[in-house]
């Protein structure tokens, strides 16, 4: 996945809220099948506050204090350039670790 590529787990967390029927293990089974890693965590439709979205693709972006700050279709020929460049901004206003 390249954003865990560009950035490490400690500046960005990825979260699959998948919208079927399916369980967290069948949804993770399913994501190791194409090539995803454990680096994004699955939870079921509802459980992500506000994610109640059932068109899909579709992706939110939170700050490092929970807020939204983008969301929208994280597809190459829709959004994702707008959404790589407010990933990156949100990282970059990360505060310092103490």
Do not use: C, F
Not at 59 to 84: C, F, Q, S, T
């Amino acid at each position: 996945m390249k954003l865990r590529g560009d950035y490490s787990t400690d500046k960005l967390a990825i979260v699959a809220n998948q919208v079927w029927d399916a369980t967290p293990a069948e949804v993770r089974k399913a994501w190791e099948r194409h090539g995803g890693d454990d680096t994004v965590t699955v939870v079921n439709h509802g459980k992500l506050e506000g994610a109640n979205h059932r068109g899909v693709p579709h992706a939110y972006v939170l700050d490092h204090n929970g807020n939204r700050i983008w969301n929208g279709n994280p597809h190459p020929r829709a959004d994702k350039k707008e959404m790589l460049e407010v990933i990156k901004k949100a990282v970059e206003a990360l505060p310092d670790k103490a």
